[in-house]
C-alpha cells in the first residue's frame, strides 16, 4: 500500500501569513493527490486536483505544488475565512485520505 | 451545477440497518461515479464503496465494509442509495455521497468533485 502522511495535524497562524501543509507519498503517485476545505459542520470542498489543478470558482490565494513524493498546500495569505480542517487524497485500490490539519488564527 | 442532496438523519439501533439516499440534479447522473464515505465525530474521512450507474456491473466495495453495505443506483430517479447493516456505536457518523473516487474504463474520476450535505446517523441503544 501507498502510504501518505499528512503534517502538521494542527498550525495556528495569523490573518495575512502564508500557510503551509505537506503531503508526503511513500511511493510515486504521478501528480495524482487532491486537496480539500473541510469547515466546521460542512462537507469538504475540493479545492486543487491533481497536485496543482485550481478547481473553479476556488480563490487564487490556494495553491498546490509537487516535487517527487512531496506534495504541498499553501495558502498564501491567510484569511478569516479560511479556519477549515484541510485533508490531501490520493488513490491507491481505493481514495485514501491524510490524516487531516486543522487550520486556527490566531 | 451539479447537486447531490442527501436523506435526513437517522437514529437507529445497535444490529439493525440503515438506508441513506442521495439525489442528484444538473448533470447526467448515469456517467459519472457515485461514492459513500463517512467520517465520524472528530476523525477523518474514509472511502465505503462507489458506483457508475451507466455500467451494469456490481459496485465496488472497501474491504472494510464488504458484506455489510450495500450501494445501488436507480437512473430513472437519478439516486444512489447506501445501506449499511449490522450497525453498530462505531458506525456512528456522518455520512456522505460525492462524485467522483474511482475510475472504471473512461469513466470517473480519481477525486471527489461534488458532495452532499452530509446524514448523520446516531447508532445508539
Known amino acids: 500500500d501507498i502510504q501518505v502522511t499528512q503534517s502538521p495535524s494542527s498550525l495556528s497562524a495569523s490573518v495575512g501569513d502564508r500557510v503551509t501543509i505537506t503531503c508526503q507519498a511513500s511511493?510515486?503517485?504521478?501528480?495524482?493527490l487532491h486537496w480539500y476545505q473541510q469547515k466546521a459542520g460542512k462537507a469538504p470542498k475540493l479545492l486543487i486536483f491533481?497536485?496543482?489543478h485550481l478547481e473553479t470558482g476556488v480563490p487564487s490565494r490556494f495553491s498546490g505544488s509537487a516535487s517527487g513524493t512531496n506534495f504541498t498546500f499553501t495558502i498564501s495569505s491567510l484569511q478569516p475565512e479560511d479556519i477549515a480542517s484541510y485533508y490531501c487524497?490520493?488513490?491507491?485500490?481505493?481514495?485514501?485520505f491524510g490524516g487531516g490539519t486543522k487550520v486556527e488564527v490566531k | 451545477q451539479v447537486q447531490l442532496v442527501q436523506s435526513g438523519p437517522e437514529v437507529k439501533k445497535p444490529g439493525s440497518s440503515v438506508k441513506v439516499s442521495c439525489k442528484a440534479s444538473?448533470?447526467?447522473?448515469?456517467?459519472?461515479?457515485i461514492s459513500w464515505l463517512r467520517q465520524a465525530p472528530g476523525q477523518g474521512l474514509e472511502w465505503m464503496g462507489g458506483?457508475?450507474?451507466?455500467?451494469?456491473?456490481?459496485?465496488t466495495y472497501a474491504q472494510d465494509f464488504q458484506g455489510r453495505v450495500t450501494i445501488t443506483a436507480d437512473k430513472s430517479t437519478s439516486t444512489s442509495y447506501m445501506e449499511l447493516g449490522g450497525l453498530k456505536s462505531e458506525d456512528t457518523a456522518v455520512y456522505y455521497c460525492?462524485?467522483?473516487?474511482?475510475?472504471?474504463?473512461?469513466?470517473?474520476?480519481?477525486?471527489?468533485?461534488?458532495w452532499g450535505q452530509g446524514t448523520l446517523v446516531t447508532v445508539s441503544s
Open positions: 460525492a462524485r467522483g473516487g474511482f475510475v472504471v474504463g473512461a469513466m470517473g474520476s480519481f477525486y471527489f468533485d461534488f
Open positions: 444538473g448533470d447526467t447522473f448515469s456517467y459519472y461515479a
Open positions: 458506483v457508475i450507474p451507466i455500467f451494469d456491473i456490481p459496485p
Open positions: 511511493q510515486d503517485i504521478s501528480n495524482s
Open positions: 491533481d497536485g496543482f
Open positions: 487524497q490520493h488513490y491507491d485500490n481505493f481514495p485514501r
